[in-house]
């Protein structure tokens, strides 16, 4: 390869310099997570101050367009102000400067809209007014709603940290005055606060807000303010009875960890027998809400005297032999009259007391590391069949290949085969099998986990109940 040369440059002649080319650094742009800090705060001296810590919401990245990202920006810290009094809020929103790259500049303001939509105002001052201007709007929002309890529950689960008598829990159809306009100053927390929520249809007048409320007596008039508040559907069913559902349940961060979410999942229960609806369900349960309304059912469930001889029957079942030995283990799920019995009577669904059933029989055995093995082997068996979608038990499906001259490659028969015998060695079997039991074990561990949690602590509330 021939090289270009440079021609010599002479004594008194100065070196050309040389062009450079600069470009600007890719923006790698900011989390939303690492930037946004929330705060709720109940007074005008709080904001701002050294001693309010801020509260973590679900996952800030998810209001932010692509990757979740915020670009554009250097050393930008946004601060969310939410008045848990009003329930408006006011970002303040700094950085050292702004670079308008590959990624462009994000839209602060509409990003920040779409969260917080009318509560957010523009102007601090106008924020902190708020505060002494707005301290009656919870207390006139209410003022038509049906106060459903007042004070401490009967739940033997209750052990709210909150004065019983500072509480009252609402109940406003979303139809009626005052609880759409209410309920759009709770959406921006909805987002927040509760894990895949959307807003509900504030037009569907079969909608309820159960609203837990802290009253406080002052000088003048009482401060109302909001602690917690459920949204619940009730529909029809077939032929002429209502099962309610529910959708949305959330105890502000301020006041998680007092036992409030317990109450007011008491309250929502009560309404339920008092009104005999068919049942109550949930809708796609967080596994924290999960735990807390396990815990409570299963307190219920065991001063629920009418299925103790069922637990009773298959803990002694379970304690005769060796059951991981056998070939076939027995389901060990309620009968169906213990069912029905229970959902006519507490409201719990099915699928929820068979998740409580499995607890209540290992809270029954006694010593329970004497029989974990076999119980361990029952709580498989129910995994495998949740997984599978039938029991255990019942005749297996074969595929078996079979000659045919019509088309070789499609050509099979299904059958069942007797005591889930593999009838020869023709069958398909899955190849991955070995995967299979594995996750299979892994999730009989994480089932066993829960179980175990719920049993020690409704243990703790209530040791001297018996099955």
């Known amino acids: 390869m021939v090289q270009k040369q440079q021609a010599a440059a002479g004594p008194g002649t100065e070196p050309k310099k040389r062009r450079r080319v600069g470009f600007s650094p890719a923006d790698t742009g900011v989390e939303a997570n690492e930037c946004i800090k929330i705060y709720l705060v109940s007074s005008k001296e709080e904001v701002d101050s050294p001693d309010i810590s801020f509260v973590k919401p679900v996952d800030l990245n998810d209001f932010f367009d692509g990757d979740g990202k915020i670009y554009g920006y250097q050393g930008l810290k946004i601060n969310v102000w939410i008045n848990s009094i009003s329930l408006h809020s006011y970002a303040d929103i700094t950085y050292q400067s702004t670079t308008n790259g590959d990624k462009g500049i994000t839209d602060l303001k509409s990003a920040l809209q779409n969260i917080f939509a009318e509560t957010i105002v523009d102007n601090k001052d106008e924020f902190l007014q708020t505060f002494s201007t707005q301290k009656d709007f919870i207390r006139n929002m209410v003022s038509n709603g049906e106060v459903i309890h ?32 209410l309920y759009s100053r709770l959406v921006p927390l909805v987002l927040l606060f509760v894990d895949g929520s959307n807003p509900i249809d504030v037009t569907d007048p079969d909608w309820h807000l159960y609203l837990l409320i802290q009253k406080k007596e002052e000088k003048e008039d009482p ?99 060796k059951l991981s030995k056998k070939a076939q283990i027995p389901r060990f799920t309620p009968p169906l009259n213990a069912i029905e019995k229970v959902r006519e009577s507490l409201k ?25 093995e076999d119980y361990t082997s029952v709580i498989t068996n129910h995994v495998r069949t949740d997984i599978l979608g039938k029991d255990i038990e019942t005749p297996k499906k074969q595929v078996v290949d079979v000659p045919s001259s019509f088309e070789p490659e499609a050509s099979f028969v299904v059958f069942k085969s007797v005591n889930g015998e593999e009838a020869n060695t023709n069958v398909q079997v899955d190849e991955n099998k070995p995967d299979q039991e594995q996750q299979l074990k892994q999730l009989v561990e994480e ?6 949690l719920v049993a020690e602590k409704v243990s703790k509330i209530c040791p001297e109940v018996k099955v």
Request: include cysteine; charged fraction near 25%; proline fraction near 5%.
């Open 223 to 321: 401060l109302y303010r909001i602690v917690g508040f459920t949204a619940i559907y009730k529909f029809y069913r077939y032929p002429d009875r209502l099962r309610m559902r529910l959708s949305q349940i959330l105890v502000l961060p301020s006041f998680q960890g007092k036992g409030l979410g317990s109450y007011l999942m008491e309250v929502v229960n009560n309404v339920a027998i008092t009104e005999n609806v068919y049942d109550l369900t949930v809708e796609e349960p967080s596994e924290k809400f999960q735990h807390i309304r396990t815990c409570i059912d299963i307190n219920r469930l065991r001063s629920f005297d009418p299925i103790k001889p069922d637990i009773d029957s298959a803990v002694q079942t379970l304690t005769k032999g």
């Open 150 to 181: 007042s004070g401490a529950t009967d739940g033997s689960s209750n052990n709210a940290q909150v004065v019983p008598s500072d509480l009252q829990v609402i109940r406003m159809e979303i139809g009626s005055p005052n609880a759409g306009l």
């Open 447 to 452: 089932r066993i986990r829960e179980i175990k």
């Open 348 to 372: 719990i669904n099915k699928k929820q007391f068979l998740k409580c059933w499995e607890i209540l029989i290992y809270l029954a055995l006694d010593p329970i590391d004497k029989y974990m």
